[in-house]
């Protein structure tokens, strides 16, 4: 990949770190998902969580940065390890292209070159990787008591999005194209009974992940500017984990805390004659609420999304079949789906 179209030299994602004011909640979920708890870092109360290649922090510091962080936007996805080639080439690349560093050790609680992101969230950058080992074994510990849980199969983060404020879309997309090279890869417009939206995707340069950024459009308490008010500020409103079973996944899930969206019944009534190659059971499909979308014919993805979860934090669950999509076919009945839930919590 050429210099001009990846100038930071990004790989991928390293990690995704979380501050809450409830760690024991948030422990409790990241269980349910299937991540068994490892290590610590050297030093300080930050816990490594871990499935195949999906690596989450829940930093349970008292003081500094992520401790602030929760304090101003209640359980939030603090910072994120982003891979790069050379972690201090993107550091300097990043800041002559535009972006904030965060330079004083005061704002950071790891040691690696960071500059700040989406609503003054960190992004470290992160070069030891693959090949040249791996900052979990280099600068972590294990834990006395580790808990190592089954994994429910879900491989890597797929994509994490952004919610803005009306008119800063174009500012954040623009910081992602012209920091890092991210390009755009669809623009949606989306009306529900009484709320609106804009969503703009955008894939990074290394082709590993997604960023969708969305924008309410309308002053009716949508579920952008809901998530806004809450959080208090811009920020991740939700991951994607990547499953190549999302109905096995699901199975393992039954009997957890992790509650997922309820999509109208008559959804099944048409999506198989759309979307007829789906191999999996049509009827646990349908049990679990999964949605179903396809961008041509022959392939596909499935994916559901949990309720909030940590503040207005939740989590999508996908699997792809050939299908780049973000599930278009689906934005109509999954935005219905949350406004009969902001109904029924009196929102709108």
């Known amino acids: ?12 994602i390293e990690f995704t770190e979380y501050a809450t004011p409830d760690a024991d ?44 962080f929760a304090k101003s936007h209640g359980p939030a996805i603090c910072s994120m390890g982003w891979r790069v080639e050379d972690a201090q080439k993107a550091f300097d690349i ?33 070069d030891v990787f693959g090949d040249k080992g791996s900052i979990f074994e280099n600068d972590f510990e294990d834990l006395e008591e580790q808990n190592i849980v089954e994994d429910k199969g879900f491989i890597r983060i797929d994509h994490l999005t952004n919610n803005v404020y009306k008119g800063t879309m174009e500012t954040w997309a ?10 755009e890869v669809r623009y949606f417009d989306i009306k529900g009974q009484k709320t609106a939206l804009l969503s703009y995707a955008l894939k990074s340069p290394c082709g590993t992940f997604s960023i969708p950024i969305n924008e309410g459009k309308d002053d009716n308490n949508n579920q952008i500017d ?4 809450e959080y ?88 792809r079949v050939d299908d780049g999509g973000f599930g278009e076919g689906n934005f109509q009945a999954l935005f219905e789906s949350i406004e009969r839930d902001q109904e029924r ?3 709108i």
């Open 1 to 12: 990949m050429s210099e001009v179209n990846n100038p930071l030299g990004l790989v991928g």
């Open 25 to 68: 909640y948030m422990d409790k979920i990241f269980t349910d998902f299937g991540f068994s708890k490892l290590k610590k870092f050297k030093g300080k109360d930050i816990v490594h969580y871990n499935q195949n290649e999906i690596h989450f922090l829940l930093n349970n510091e008292r003081g500094g940065f992520s401790a602030e």
């Open 94 to 126: 990043a800041v002559e292209r535009g972006a904030k560093p965060a330079t004083d050790s005061a704002n950071k609680d790891l040691p690696y070159p960071a500059i700040y992101g989406i609503g003054d969230s960190l992004i470290y950058f992160i």
């Open 174 to 183: 623009n910081f992602y194209k012209g920091v890092f090279g991210f390009e």
């Open 226 to 229: 809901e998530y806004l008010d």
């Open 232 to 319: 208090n500020g811009p920020g991740v409103q939700h991951l994607a984990f990547l499953t190549n079973d999302l109905v096995g996944s699901l199975d393992k899930l039954d009997k957890t805390n992790i509650a997922t969206l309820d999509i109208v019944d008559h959804y099944y009534d048409t999506i198989f004659d759309r979307v007829p190659w789906v191999a999996e059971d049509k009827q646990k499909i349908k049990d679990h609420q999964i949605l179903v979308d396809s961008q041509s014919e022959n392939c596909y993805l499935l994916q559901i999304f949990t309720k909030n979860l940590f503040g207005p934090i939740f989590i999508e669950m996908i699997q």
């Open 345 to 347: 919590r009196g929102v």
